[in-house]
């Protein structure tokens, strides 16, 4: 694969870079403050908690992950994924992550490659001591891709966050954009 590009929007990073990959327009996008972001999105987008066990709590459900593209490079492996419910696959976000392997133990590095869990189960499985820090908070016009992911249609405005995982050395474990479905496809 070629050199990674430039990051196109440092508040869209890992998500450009995928788009950039691929040769594909980001999707428009644009940073908004957290009190913009509808209920109950901003419920399950303005905190500094993981993801994974914020969304099953609301969905009162399992959720697991499915893998549509990834890349490993220099210590880094990036992917995009849905996190789907265990119980009938529906999609509860759209996810572009960049993890640090270097900063995991085999047994966590393992299972992030075994491309079943979510990081936050492996982060609480494996004890990662970390903190979650979401740097900006995101307003999405659904594209194709991001659409055909949650099973929305085209141009559905969407709500998201950019966030970073650190360890306790204040090194970034993870980059990660997490991309919600909206309201009405969220509770059903």
Request: with cysteine; proline share 10%.
């Amino acid at each position: 694969m070629s050199a990674p590009p430039t990051a196109v929007l440092p508040w869209a990073y890992p998500l450009d870079e995928f788009y950039a990959l691929s040769g594909l327009p980001l999707p428009a996008i644009e940073q908004v403050e957290g009190d913009a972001v509808p209920e109950p999105l901003r419920s399950l987008l303005v905190h500094q908690d993981d993801m994974t066990p914020t969304l099953e709590r609301f969905h009162q459900a399992k959720i697991h992950v499915h893998v549509l593209r990834r890349e490993q490079r220099n210590g880094f492996y990036f992917r995009e994924v849905v996190l789907e419910k265990d119980s009938d696959d529906r999609p509860v976000e759209f996810g572009a992550i960049k993890i640090n392997l270097n900063l995991f133990q085999p047994k966590a590095r393992q299972l992030i490659l075994g491309e079943r869990q979510p990081l936050g189960y492996i982060l609480a499985d494996c004890d990662v001591v970390h903190s979650s820090r979401p740097k900006a908070y995101l307003k999405i016009l659904a594209d194709d891709f991001i659409g055909e992911s949650l099973r929305v249609p085209r141009r559905t405005a969407l709500f998201g966050r950019r966030n970073t995982l650190f360890d306790p050395q204040q090194q970034p474990l993870a980059e990660i954009v997490e991309i919600l479905p909206p309201p009405e496809i969220l509770q059903n």
